[in-house]
């Protein structure tokens, strides 16, 4: 598969400070791309260096194999769309989506069909003649978004596109984004800070902190495999057994057990944190546990009814873990006090470098 | 009933307030109907010094010369105050905070001041010139209109630097996303964001450089008496009726384009209401 976007060693310094890191990252073509991280981590800078709002420090950053690391915005193939939107306001809602073709100098005859073209494909046909203020904010987000498609972008740039929008709309813009780019086929690089997001929408996913690129990989595996304790903890939620790699596929928690993990190639000694989701943690009754599984005794702390499920704290004599435990009928509830076992399968946990962070 | 006190006492104070500020104005209109030669007496209803105003060759000249300097100076303030605005807005460069604090300094400087600081810098500079390249210039018409050049150039970039500082400076970026030039993206996108502002410092150029009597008298040499120096050549020899109609029009023209200098800064804030 071509690249679409492919960033080598991208280093952005505003000043003494380090905003974007050595970043090497290749997008396919055709793909929907989401930059994750924290605030502060560096994704908008590293979306804004693809844009051209920003140019790199260091690296080279090609766009369907062509060198652009100097080259202004206005002479890219990307179109963004920005947080706030930036519709112009004293443009009508025709004229704004008409604005890239118009700078493009494109004949007024092809102009006007593939506004009316753009404007019909996020439905706001009879919206034309209005000014951006007229219109909602989930409007404002559509003509946003036919105004970078209508230029038809090899690459079409998201940031936080939907961070401005409430909870109820912006879970139906998610499935209209996702929609959206199988029918252009344009590659989508969005940004958000939201996790969830990211998950839903994205075929891959960068996870970026501390303005490094930690991860990149499909929802699944950045959620089941992540590589350090700052994805696990913040792609969802996590809890981590500390401990260190006894022999390959052993780990020796801090209270002395011995569990089988998948500990990679790290060498034994290596100090190690287990990540154990609170959904992927069992709870039985003292004893009710599976014998040939790795099991740990403890006492509910605190139960929390959230519904659709109950979040318990448990604690041990070294620990404390979260579980959560779906809201069927047939699983058994408990209360504080009570004394419980926790066990977990094998392949529910993943090991990440340990320590700090 | 200390409310009804406090109340008819604040209406009393503000009523005075209203009565102190406008009182000579309404004075002023009033009088330049009358009939009466003697300021101050009542002679009947008349527009006498209205006609004068309209014959008096002395006062004609000096509004037409007035108007020449306010719109000269007004284009030529406008286009550097605006240029000047976008430098200090946009760019990021060396001593900025001091060509910042430099640009605003004329809005201060009293007026005598600025005055002195003109007659001194165009005696020298004509002076210059003259053993340089040996032309004999002379004060007139040319340096007026320098000297309130340089006084509306803080004026109107004072008021341009509002209106950007209110602009959303993603717009820019966005046009520049939408393969806008510079130059195209502050044509179709800045310039029409921010032209209320440069209409408002135009009109408020226009104003000043029309009301300004202290500079100009300073600056001005035979030949380049503006309506208000003339005015105020007038009233050292007497007080006389055609003073008052004289004064009446340039109140009404400058109260004029004050109010449309407000209409035009007020009109839409720019990128202001799109995320709302």
Known sequence: ?357 | MIRGWTARLLGGATGLVYLFLYAPVLLLVVFSFSADRNVGRWGGFTLEWYREFGANENVQSALAISLQVAIVSTLVATVLGTLAALALERFRFRGKKVFDALLYLPIIIPDVTMAVMMLLFFTWSLDLVDTVTGFQLRKGIATVVVSHIAFNISFVSVVVRARLEGMDQTLEQAAADLYASRWQAFRHVTLPLILPGIVGGALLALTLSLDDVVITQFASGPGSTTLPVYVFGLIRRGVTPLINAVSVVMLAASVLLVVLSLIAQRSREPGRATTE
């Not at chain 1, 034994?268 to 599984?293: I, M, Y």
């Not at chain 1, 006492?299 to 318990?312: D, E, H, I, P, Q």
Request: glycine residues 10%; hydrophobic residues 45%.
């Open chain 1, 1 to 357: 598969m071509a690249s679409a976007v492919e960033l080598k060693g991208v280093t952005k310094r505003f000043g003494d400070v380090v905003a974007v890191d050595d970043v090497d990252l290749s997008i396919a073509d055709g793909e929907f791309f989401a930059l994750l991280g924290p605030s502060g981590c560096g994704k908008t800078t590293t979306l804004r260096m693809i844009a051209g709002l920003d140019l790199p420090s260091a690296g080279s950053l090609t766009i369907h194999g062509e060198e652009v690391g100097p080259l202004p915005p206005n002479k890219r193939p990307v179109n963004t769309v920005f947080q706030n939107y930036a519709l112009f306001p004293h443009l009508s809602i025709e004229d704004n989506v008409a604005f890239g073709l118009k700078m493009q100098k494109v004949a007024k005859g092809e102009v006007g069909r593939r506004v009316a073209e753009a404007i019909e494909l996020v439905q706001l046909g009879g919206m034309e003649r209005r000014k951006p203020t007229q219109l909602s904010g989930g409007q404002q987000q559509r003509v946003a978004l036919a105004r970078a498609l209508v230029n038809r972008p090899k690459v079409l740039l998201l940031d936080e596109p939907l961070a401005a929008l409430d909870l109820k709309l912006r879970q139906g813009m998610q499935n209209e984004l996702k929609a959206l780019q199988r029918e252009v086929g344009i590659t989508f690089v969005f940004v958000t800070h939201d996790q969830e997001e990211a998950l839903s929408m994205a075929d891959r996913i960068g996870v970026m902190g501390d303005a490094k690129l930690l991860q990149v990989g499909r929802p699944e595996e950045i959620y089941e495999q992540p590589v350090s304790r700052f994805v696990a903890d913040f792609i969802g939620r996590s809890n981590f057994l500390p401990g260190t790699v006894a022999a390959a596929s052993t780990v020796t928690l801090a209270n002395g057990a011995s569990i089988p993990a998948p500990t990679a190639d790290r060498a034994a000694g290596t100090v190690v944190d287990v990540s154990l989701r609170p959904e992927r943690v069992r709870v039985e009754q003292r004893d009710a546990a599976p014998d040939d599984v790795a099991r740990l005794d403890g006492v509910v702390r605190s139960a929390t009814f959230l519904g659709n499920a109950m979040v318990y704290s448990l604690g041990f004599d070294w620990l404390e873990l979260e579980a959560r435990l779906e809201n069927r009928p047939s699983q058994q509830r408990f209360s504080p006090g009570d004394e419980i076992t926790v066990w977990w399968r094998e392949d529910a946990i993943a090991v990440v470098d340990g320590g700090s962070g």
